[in-house]
Structure formats: C-alpha cells, structure tokens
T-cell receptor
Framework: EAQVTQNPRYLITVTGKKLTVTCSQN?????MSWYRQDPGLGLRQIYY???????DKGDVPEGYKVSRKEKRNFPLILESPSPNQTSLYFC????????????FGPGTRLTVL | AQKVTQAQTEISVVEKEDVTLDCVYE???????LFWYKQPPSGELVFLIR??????QNEISGRYSWNFQKSTSSFNFTITASQVVDSAVYFC??????????????FGKGTHLIIQP
C-alpha cells in the first residue's frame, strides 16, 4: 500500500531533550516536506526536500533540522525542543515538487513540557 | 513571497444547503498551482483538487465544484446539497514555480465547515 508513515504518532517530552520524528514513504517520491499545524494558524511548512541531499527552508524553520540521506526517509530533528514547538506535525511527499498533489502522513502530536 | 487567505474561519450551515468556501491568493509568479485539501475530524489530510494557473476552467466533481478566477486571484470551493460528512476543516494552498526551483507550499489558515443535521 502506498503510504507515508510517521513515528512516533504521539510524544510527550521535556524542554531541551533532543528528539527525532521519522518520516518514510514507499512511493519513490522525490519531494518530501514537513509541516506543523497550530490552531488558528493552519499548516505552515518547516522544511522541504527536492531530492536526496537537497533541502530548503520553509516558512518556519527555526528550531528544526532535517536531513535527506535516502530518498525514502526525511527525519525531523528538534535538537533542543521548547514548549512553543508543541504542535501537530505532518510529513508529506509528492512525485516531484510542491506543484504536485502531496500525500500526507497521519501526523505526530508533540507536546513539549 | 506567496500568501493564501481564507477569510472564513468557521461556517455553519444546515444539511442540504449549498456553501461556498473562499480562497484568495497572492503570488508574483505567472506559473503557480492551487490546491484544496480536506481535514475531517479524524485528522488526516485528504487531497481534493489541483489547478494550474493556465487552466481557468471551472471543475465539477459530484457535489463539489471549484471556481478559479485569475482576475480576482480567487479559487473558491462550493459544496452543493451539503451533507453531515462534509463537516471538516478545508485548506486552500498555493505552490509557485520560480524557474530555479519549486517553492514550498503555502496553506491558508483553513475554514472549519460545520454541517448541522
């Protein structure tokens, strides 16, 4: 089944404790992206990647890191999480770019205490 | 920079009424792509439609229709004879291509549509 998976789905952590949210897609898509969703703010793009080793900042990249060492994986790294990063995070992929329909993962709800 | 405005934060209608969700966008590019996504209460994001800037034809899919007007930079979404299952948050989004690479995707803040039985 074609899908985007994210792990973990739920995470409660404390300020400053490094964490990684994994994202994997099995559709051989070139483009992958991370978004955060907050009430009243909609979805905002954090980072995106056009291909392996190619990443670019979205609208709200501060406090996040990403890497794209393999085509299928695009982990989101919070080196020192803070409470303002409490949010619902979505990973997405598309065949070539943001111009195509994006396939979204199920979301990861992160709480930083 | 690109921007998407969904001025309607929440709309509530009674089942079987028609409802239109507004989307106004801003971009300096002549080539761009517009999308609508649906987020039902279960939380997943579901793709509904994609439209490129060179195709101003309106589209109808069952009870859903989309009206794209470049002159007013709008891409509105109408649900005819609404049903309770249409209750969801609907997002309009914009992606523009600036030659040197594809820009990211910018979403509006969403419209929460409530269909009352």
């Amino acid at each position: 089944e074609a899908q985007v998976t994210q792990n973990p789905r739920y995470l409660i952590t404390v300020t400053g404790k490094k964490l990684t949210v994994t994202c994997s897609q099995n559709m051989n898509h070139e483009y992958m992206s991370w978004y955060r969703q907050d009430p009243g703010l909609g979805l905002r793009q954090i980072y995106y990647s056009m291909n392996v080793e190619v990443t670019d900042k979205g609208d709200v990249p501060e406090g996040y890191k990403v890497s794209r060492k393999e085509k299928r994986n695009f982990p989101l790294i919070l080196e020192s999480p803070s409470p303002n990063q409490t949010s619902l995070y979505f990973c997405a992929s598309s065949p070539s770019s943001g111009r195509n329909e994006q396939f979204f993962g199920p979301g990861t709800r992160l709480t930083v205490l | 920079a690109q921007k998407v405005t969904q001025a309607q934060t929440e709309i509530s209608v009674v089942e079987k009424e028609d409802v239109t969700l507004d989307c106004v966008y801003e971009t300096r590019d002549t080539t761009y792509y517009l999308f609508w996504y649906k987020q039902p209460p279960s939380g997943e994001l579901v793709f509904l439609i994609r439209r490129n800037s060179f195709d101003e034809q309106n589209e109808i899919s069952g009870r859903y229709s989309w009206n794209f007007q470049k002159s007013t930079s709008s891409f509105n979404f109408t649900i005819t004879a609404s049903q309770v299952v249409d209750s969801a948050v609907y997002f309009c989004a914009l992606s523009s291509y600036s030659g040197g690479g594809a820009d990211g995707l910018t979403f509006g803040k969403g419209t929460h549509l409530i269909i009352q039985p």
